[in-house]
């Protein structure tokens, strides 16, 4: 399979807290995209890291790429129960929008 | 500027049935993706529009259809429904459509229940 898989599959943490979660892929990546999902809505893209970065910065979101590993990680910083979502990491191949390979996601929960 | 808009939000089916999905992109956008989402199989891609030209196509069978319209708005149609078409049914426009360097956004969905 050419999708990325998400650990862990489920995060519980507190408000305040940082929350990571880490994605594992195969294939050589044109570039890695985290996207968010709150429950049974559409997908909000996050950030997108070239596959020449190694990290990217977005208000209170970090995410690094480790080629060598064929790995991403995102951290939220001081989390809000507003960012309860799932979480997806795309991975792109190529350049076409049938190049886009999305994860199969961390649940975060962020409990007040 | 408007998001991308999903029509209708909810739809329940019966098996032999078909369906159309609508999807309104972003006002020039001419590049609209669909995809389906299960719990089972996570996000996959159906295919993607570009100029009222199918452009790319994921893995599904013929049941699975769709067009663009001049305006750049989409329709998907599946016919002959199955259980397993049980799903989220999730556009997504673009300017260009190219995923190395567009960003894809992403309407709120169309929630199929087949019975």
């Known amino acids: 399979s050419q999708q990325g898989e998400e650990d862990p599959q489920a995060l519980s943490i507190q408000e305040g807290e940082n929350a990571t979660m880490n994605c594992s892929y195969k294939t050589s990546i044109n570039n890695l995209q985290w996207y968010r999902q709150n429950s049974g809505r559409g997908l909000v893209h996050l950030i997108l890291i070239r596959s020449n970065e190694r990290e990217k910065h977005s208000g209170r979101l970090r995410v690094t790429l480790d080629t060598s590993k064929k790995s991403s990680s995102l951290l939220i910083t001081a989390s809000r129960a507003a960012d309860t979502a799932s979480y997806f990491c795309?991975?792109?191949?190529?350049?076409?929008?049938?190049?886009?390979?999305f994860g199969t996601g961390t649940r975060l929960t962020v409990i007040p | 500027k408007a998001g991308v808009t999903q029509t209708p939000r909810y739809l329940i089916k019966t098996r032999g049935q078909q369906v159309t999905l609508s999807c309104s992109p972003i006002?020039?956008?001419?590049?609209v993706s669909w995809y389906q989402q299960t719990p089972g199989q996570g996000l996959q891609f159906l295919f993607e529009?570009?100029?009222?030209?199918?452009?790319n196509k994921g893995n599904f069978p013929g049941r699975f259809s769709g067009r663009q319209f001049s305006n750049s708005r989409s329709e998907m149609n599946v016919s002959t429904l199955e259980l397993g078409d049980s799903a989220l049914y999730l556009c997504a426009s673009s300017a260009s459509g190219l995923a190395a360097t567009d960003t894809q956004y992403f309407g709120p969905g169309t929630r199929l229940t087949v019975l």
């Open positions: 006002s020039g956008h001419r590049s």
């Open positions: 795309a991975t792109v191949l190529g350049t076409g929008a049938n190049n886009l390979f």
């Open positions: 529009y570009f100029s009222e030209t199918q452009r």
